[in-house]
């Protein structure tokens, strides 16, 4: 069974830095696709950053020159650097994973870990 299980979050004040990871319970290989994603009180979820299995990355706007997305292959783990963090960063953070399961692609997630950036 698939696991994604995120951890780091935290209160930090605006300004300030995370890190977020992401272990998975199978080869980080394994994965098209890695996303941390990100939903804030009334909001929908939205997309922060990817990176392919070929190490392509892609940044929200909102985020860019501020939140790095990366992987340590050895340790079948994702992380999501964020500085210079503002309030508005203030969301529940979740881990995404792409496979190729029976010929198709199926999205697998993570339990979630609260951010918040007080001003």
């Known amino acids: 069974q698939e696991q994604l299980v995120e951890s780091g979050g935290g209160l930090v004040q605006s300004g300030g830095s995370l890190r977020l990871s992401c272990a998975v319970s199978r080869s980080i290989f394994g994965y098209l696709l890695m996303a941390w994603y990100r939903q804030a009180p009334g909001k929908e979820r939205e997309l922060v950053a990817s990176?392919?299995?070929?190490?392509?990355?892609h940044y929200a706007d909102s985020v860019k020159d501020r939140f790095t997305i990366s992987k340590d292959n050895a340790k079948n783990t994702l992380y999501l650097q964020m500085n210079s963090l503002k309030p508005e960063d203030t969301a529940v953070y979740y881990c995404?994973?792409?496979?190729?399961?029976?010929?198709?692609?199926?999205?697998?997630w993570g339990q979630g870990t609260q951010v918040t950036v007080s001003s």
């Open positions: 995404n994973g792409r496979r190729v399961v029976a010929g198709g692609p199926t999205d697998y």
């Open positions: 990176l392919t299995r070929a190490d392509s990355t």
